[in-house]
């Protein structure tokens, strides 16, 4: 049923508890894993002075939820590739399922509320009504 299953992590809370979800995922179908994290370069962008710390901070971020999503991956014993994507995130995730193929994309919530939420959206929200292909969404406080 699946083959490829696209994680999308940034080292959350929410995104680590996804990563549970798609690891055991993959196990149950035999599918490998790819996971992305995206570098928020349209937020990194509206910055007037310190982009390149704030950008280099982002990449050390995103590198170590991959690391972390690796070794979950590899103590399951699921086949997994991790790749970096700038971006705006909802884009660069529902680019990244046709890029790898992926039947599946697994990724945490994230509670927005009020007018961040509204004016925004979430993430989640936006990969769901974007992904030509089933989306899990996992909250933090799962187990």
């Known amino acids: 049923m699946y083959d490829t299953i696209l994680l999308a992590t940034d080292g959350s809370p929410p995104s680590r508890a996804a990563t ?5 995922l993959a196990e149950t179908f035999g ?3 790819h ?7 349209m937020a990194i962008a509206s910055l007037d002075q310190g982009s390149a710390a704030v950008e280099e901070a982002l990449e050390r971020e995103a590198d170590d ?32 399922v046709e890029d790898v193929g992926a039947d599946a994309v697994v990724l945490g919530t994230h509670g927005r509320r009020g007018l961040d939420h509204f004016l925004m959206g979430s993430v989640a929200e936006r990969v769901v009504r974007a992904s030509p292909v089933p989306v899990l969404t996992v909250r933090g406080d799962q187990d």
């Open 65 to 96: 939820a991959l690391d972390w999503a690796r070794e979950r991956a590899e103590a399951g014993g699921v086949s997994i590739e991790t790749e970096v994507r700038y971006g705006s995130p909802h884009r660069e995730i529902v680019d990244a």
């Open 35 to 41: 996971a992305v994290s995206v570098v928020d370069t």
């Open 31 to 33: 599918a490998s894993l």
């Open 20 to 24: 549970e979800h798609a690891v055991a």
